[in-house]
């Protein structure tokens, strides 16, 4: 199916390790992001790939980082995971084609615990 | 920067009555697009309905409908003949472009519908 994937789509973790959080999507879009969802807070943006080859750092950017691996592909990397990291974490796509719909496309969430 | 403030966090509505969710938003831009997405419980962000802001007419998608008012700064969301299956977290979300294919994407904090039987 078209869309977005990300894994895994469940996770727990002790505090200090580390974890890799993989997107891909497979409509040729340009531009993606991650954003973190808690409860009361809403979608909060946590890095962006405008294009393949640059990232920028969003609202909540402290202790994560990202690759844009080639056009398809944002991973979001978790270097030493805190609870407070505890959350799910979206992926969305966006197409830079006029005309295209302008959808915002998202994945179906990762589920990360850590304890 | 863009901000997207909903300022209910809590509505509920009668099985079959109109509700209408309130959205505004920050911009100085004059080209952007706006969106509602709903969450069900499972989490999975679906798309309700868009609008572009050069457009006057007011989007409409079956139950749902917009009213958009570009010098207010609002999108409020309505939703006619309620069902049990719109209860869900109801995201507004503002897009506009920054760059060639780049775009910043800004949502606000959420309001839980919940539907009455």
């Known amino acids: 199916n078209a869309g977005v994937t990300q894994t895994p789509k469940f996770q727990v973790l002790k505090t200090g390790q580390s974890m890799t959080l993989q997107c891909a999507q497979d409509?040729?879009?340009?531009?993606m992001y991650w954003y973190r969802q808690d409860p009361g807070m809403g979608l909060r943006l946590i890095y962006y790939?405008?294009?393949?080859?640059?990232?920028d750092k969003g609202e909540v950017p402290n202790g994560y980082n990202v690759s844009r691996l080639n056009k398809r592909e944002f991973s979001l990397r978790l270097e030493s995971a805190a609870p407070s990291q505890t959350s799910v974490y979206f992926c969305?796509?966006?197409?830079?084609?006029?005309?295209?719909?302008?959808?915002?496309?998202f994945g179906e969430g990762s589920w990360l615990t850590v304890v | 920067a863009q901000t997207v403030t909903q300022s209910q966090p809590e509505m509920s509505v009668q099985e079959a009555e109109t509700v209408t969710l309130s959205c505004t938003y920050d911009?100085?831009?004059?080209?952007?697009?706006l969106f509602w997405y709903k969450q069900p419980p499972s989490r999975q962000m679906i798309l309700v309905i868009r609008?572009?802001?050069?457009?006057?007419q007011n989007a409409t998608e079956n139950r749902f409908s917009v009213n958009f008012q570009k010098a207010a700064k609002s999108f409020s969301l309505k939703i006619s003949d309620s069902q049990l299956g719109d209860a869900a977290m109801y995201f507004c979300?503002?897009?506009?472009?920054?760059?060639?294919?780049?775009?910043?994407?800004?949502f606000g904090k959420g309001t839980k519908l919940s539907v009455i039987p």
């Open positions: 609008q572009e802001a050069y457009k006057q």
């Open positions: 969305a796509s966006i197409s830079g084609r006029v005309g295209s719909g302008n959808t915002i496309y």
């Open positions: 911009t100085s831009e004059s080209d952007y697009y």
């Open positions: 979300a503002y897009r506009r472009e920054t760059g060639a294919g780049s775009y910043q994407l800004t």
């Open positions: 790939s405008a294009s393949e080859g640059t990232t």
């Open positions: 409509m040729n879009h340009n531009s």
